[in-house]
Nanobody
């Protein structure tokens, strides 16, 4: 079984920064893509950033230039550096990873989420 645990959320003023971490643990053979998603109250979950195991990143226009995703493959960890935060970034941020527990057994795993609140 594989678990993802996020940390680093909190309350920050507009214009501030936060760094989120996502650590994968358990029976891991390898990790494919990792990503961050967010869900604001009353809204659908949306993509924030993804990164392949080779380091190729992808962002929606809403966070491009402000957020940076990175990963440490040796530590099975992904990070999300969030700068110039806006009140509309307020949401629960969740980590997702595509994990091989064996060379042939793949599953998409989600963390519990960490709350980010940006005050005006």
């Amino acid at each position: 079984q594989v678990q993802l645990v996020e940390s680093g959320g909190g309350l920050v003023q507009a214009g501030g920064s936060l760094r989120l971490s996502c650590v994968a643990s358990g029976s891991i053979f390898s990790i494919n893509n990792m990503g961050w998603y967010r869900q604001a109250p009353g809204k659908q979950r949306e993509l924030v950033a993804t990164i392949t195991n080779g380091g190729v990143t992808n962002y929606p226009d809403s966070v491009k230039g402000r957020f940076t995703i990175s990963r440490d493959n040796a530590k099975n960890t992904a990070y999300l550096q969030m700068n110039s935060l806006k009140p509309e970034d307020t949401a629960v941020y969740s980590c997702n990873a595509g994990v091989f527990t064996t060379p042939l057994l793949y599953s998409s795993v989600w963390g519990q989420g960490t709350r980010v609140t940006v005050s005006a």
